[in-house]
């Protein structure tokens, strides 16, 4: 019943073993690559866990911007039929205003870009799909920014 025979570690015996016990544990085996003085600390960047912070802290802000932003486009002073030329001339002569929607804007599109670029990467599943979805998302949200940024900064309450 040489089958049923155990040592003090509880192995049985091993067909070929060369004797691995308490006293003789396994070898030490060195690991793949192992690391030198050159050998970079990470081969990847911290980019996607940047991302990941940026949603959670723009989300944040976002909270703050937009429910500001309904309350007085949509709730206060009479709701929306106050909004026309004037009432968007006399917000945007302030500085203020200015940064609350610039900040609003860009955070907007960067989160929303953000996210989406998240759903592409895991929702398409040919790389070719993913770059053009990725390439059309990309230009759409550099285009809106750009754009949006333009008219905060250039916008004219005296046009005729
Ligand atoms: C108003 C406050 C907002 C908060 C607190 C917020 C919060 C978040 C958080 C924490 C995530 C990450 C979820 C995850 O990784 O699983 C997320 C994802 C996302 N957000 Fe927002 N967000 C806000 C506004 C917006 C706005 C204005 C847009 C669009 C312009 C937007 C579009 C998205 C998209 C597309 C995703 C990706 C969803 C996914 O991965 O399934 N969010 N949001």
Avoid: C
Avoid at 119 to 132: G, H, P, Q, S
Avoid at 141 to 148: K, P, W, Y
């Amino acid at each position: 019943m040489a089958t049923t025979e155990t040592t003090a570690s509880g192995i049985g015996p091993v067909e070929g073993s060369s004797g691995y016990g308490v006293d003789n544990p396994a070898p030490l085996i060195e690991a793949p690559r192992k690391r030198t003085k050159k050998t970079p600390r990470s081969t990847r960047g911290n980019f996607e866990m940047a991302a990941w912070l940026f949603m959670r802290l723009s989300g944040i802000v976002l909270v703050v911007l937009v429910i500001g932003h309904l309350l007085i486009q949509l709730v206060l002073d009479g709701g929306v039929s106050k909004i026309g030329f004037a009432f968007v001339a006399g917000r945007w002569a302030s500085p203020f205003w200015q940064v609350w929607d610039l900040l609003m804007l860009w955070l907007a599109m960067l989160h929303g870009a953000n996210g989406l670029r998240t759903i592409i990467n895991d929702y398409a599943e040919r790389a070719n799909t993913r770059l053009w979805l990725k390439g059309l998302l990309y230009t759409a949200t550099v285009f809106t920014i750009l754009l949006g940024t333009l008219v905060i900064f250039t916008f004219d309450p005296n046009i005729r």
